[in-house]
């Protein structure tokens, strides 16, 4: 097989329009209800984008639970007791300032807008607060006593089960307490495609470590670092982050100080990540509220505290989308333009295509028996419909690093061409040895 030819164009900033078309057309997310006319800033996990989601949780499971000593995971319920939110301050502090316009009726938050209507130049109202927390019902009466709520954070479910923990694992100080899960916020204004919608998961790791002044400004130092580098780790361009601490005016009512990595999106710079001080915050206030003791007591100076807590929460879907942005390119190959999602391997959705030159002389079979053993160690696709080249493009559009081809030649000597997604360029491989030399090439590390 011939070589095929890129030809390098300068780095392409993709647009959010041209993005969200590339993700409904290749199967990555789709408008949610879209048969009804969509359900407003909600959305579909396709069958590839669902892949790369669970790449991005598992990359993020990895780094933070399994290959560290001092921290365990849980997977807390959804509706909690809803003393929790009282408890937590969100009932009364989880609050954005609303504004309507009095001509076109459309809302928008009042930190967002200036002195009249973006939409249609008309009069704002007064701002007032809405608080952000879905209401549902318990049981059968739908009344005040069975009113619960969709959780706005992972967070709390990490706290009440705090004493839990350290009761049955046998664990000590510092201790991370780590999940990943749904939340709901009712976003006056949500928006940017999976930037801001108001059904979304989160990526939270509570650090549990003594109240020392000292070692909360390490850890915190500690957990930032860490967090900037994941993101530069799996394939983000260093001049799209940044750290940007917040002002006293924007902490969150349980921040004794939070950093956010922030990401440059096409709309302008937006958090990916919050790292924050929570102090002993949660854990006082759910002790109250309760009656549980919610302390901790440390072998070592034979004393009983509350600990304080670091917090980096990130959003998956957030992430997701800057992998995504920074991902998407296009050049030019055999004179011919394409676009290329150049996905960190480890998050591609589909590790390796397997196509057949031709649909005949044994080729296809022995692509199936290669694509089949391909399966059962990477998420793997199998294609032979259309010419090599066009299939090369459809497995380039949606992040595959790899592909292998049979031709004459595997017949006759059991090697195949496997072809790299962002150079091109192809080299005959055993098929004994494919296995492991993709997996070398992903750099999969378990």
């Known amino acids: 097989m011939s070589q095929e030819q890129t030809t390098p164009t300068a780095p392409v900033r993709v647009t959010m329009e041209k993005l969200v078309n590339l993700c409904k057309r290749r199967g990555l997310i789709f408008p949610s209800s879209d048969i009804y006319g969509g359900l407003g800033s909600t959305w579909d996990y396709g069958p590839l984008g669902v892949e790369l989601k669970r790449n991005v949780k598992e990359a993020w499971w990895r780094e ?31 609050t954005d300032p609303l504004v309507d316009c009095k001509s076109c009726q ?12 973006p939409a249609c130049g008309g009069e704002l109202t007064a701002a007032r607060q809405f608080n952000l927390m879905f209401k549902t019902f318990m049981g059968p009466v ?45 976003e006056i204004t949500p928006g940017n495609f999976v930037f801001r919608t108001r059904e979304f998961e989160q990526m939270e790791m509570e650090f549990f470590i003594k109240p020392d002044p000292a070692q909360e400004a390490q850890w915190f130092d500690y957990w930032l670092e860490q967090r900037f580098s994941w993101y530069l780790n799996f394939g983000l361009r260093p001049d799209h982050l940044r750290r940007r601490p917040h002002g006293a005016d ?27 001080k929570r ?33 980096p929460a990130a959003g998956v879907d957030r992430a997701l989308l800057a992998f995504l942005l920074d991902a998407y390119d296009e050049d030019v190959m055999d004179n011919e333009e394409r676009i290329v999602l150049r996905l960190d391997p480890r998050l591609a959705p589909v590790k390796v295509a397997v196509f057949p030159l031709l649909r005949k002389g044994g080729m296809p079979e022995k692509a199936q028996a290669i694509y089949q053993a391909m399966q059962r160690r ?7 419909a259309g010419s090599i080249g066009r299939r090369y493009r459809r497995q380039d559009e949606v992040g595959t690093p790899f592909c292998v081809t049979v031709d004459h030649q595997s017949l006759a000597d059991d090697t195949v061409t496997l072809r790299a997604r962002d150079s091109a360029q192809q080299e005959r491989v055993h098929v004994g040895a ?3 030399e993709i997996a070398r090439r992903i750099g999969w590390e378990r």
């Open 142 to 186: 739908e009344d005040t006593a069975s009113t619960v709520y969709l959780r706005p954070e992972t967070a709390q479910g990490i706290f009440v089960n705090f004493a839990n923990i350290v009761d049955t694992q046998r664990v000590k100080l510092p201790l991370g307490i780590a999940q990943i899960g749904k939340s709901f916020r009712n």
């Open 250 to 276: 924007e902490l969150s009512h349980y921040s004794r100080g939070t950093t956010d990595i922030e990401y440059l999106y096409p709309f302008g710079w937006g958090e990916l990540e919050g790292v924050a």
């Open 64 to 94: 933070m639970v399994q290959r560290r000593a001092d921290v365990v995971g849980i997977d807390a319920a959804i509706l909690m007791h809803p003393r929790t939110w009282e408890a937590s301050g969100h009932l009364q502090n989880f």
């Open 279 to 311: 102090g002993s915050f949660d854990l006082d206030r759910h002790a109250e509220m309760s009656g549980h003791d919610l302390s901790y007591f440390d072998e070592e100076s034979r004393s009983r505290f509350r600990p304080w807590v670091i917090e």
């Open 434 to 436: 494919l296995g492991e």
């Open 378 to 384: 990477f998420n793997a696709a199998y294609d032979q």
């Open 106 to 117: 459309q809302r928008f938050r009042a930190d967002q807008v200036g002195a009249r209507c």
